[in-house]
C-alpha cells in the first residue's frame, strides 16, 4: 500500500535499510511504468508498507535505471 509521497530529501540515510530492484511482470507492465513514470516526472518519492515473510515493512520506492528501487525502513525509535 502506498501511504503517501515525499521529496526524497525529507529521508535521512539513517533511516535506509535493505533496496531491492522491482521490475514488472508481463500483465502489470503498463500500470507499471506509468507509476516508475509519474514519480520520475514529480521527483518524488513513494512511501508505502508491504508484508514479506509474515513481517511488516516500511519502505521508499523511487525510480532507478528502467525499474524501480524499493528501500526498506528503519523506524525511529
Do not use: W
Not at 5 to 33: C, E, N, Q, T, W
Not at 42 to 59: E, H, N, P, Q, S
Amino acid at each position: 500500500d502506498i501511504v503517501s509521497f515525499v521529496d526524497r530529501s525529507l529521508i535521512p540515510d539513517i533511516y535506509l535499510d535493505s533496496h531491492f530492484y522491482i521490475a514488472p511482470d508481463k500483465k502489470g507492465i503498463k500500470p507499471f511504468f506509468l507509476f516508475l513514470e509519474a514519480l520520475a516526472q514529480t521527483g518524488l518519492v513513494a512511501i508505502g508498507r508491504f508484508v514479506m515473510r509474515d513481517k511488516d515493512y516500511m519502505c521508499a520506492i523511487e525510480p532507478y535505471e528502467n525499474g524501480l528501487l524499493l528501500t526498506t525502513l528503519n523506524y525511529e525509535y
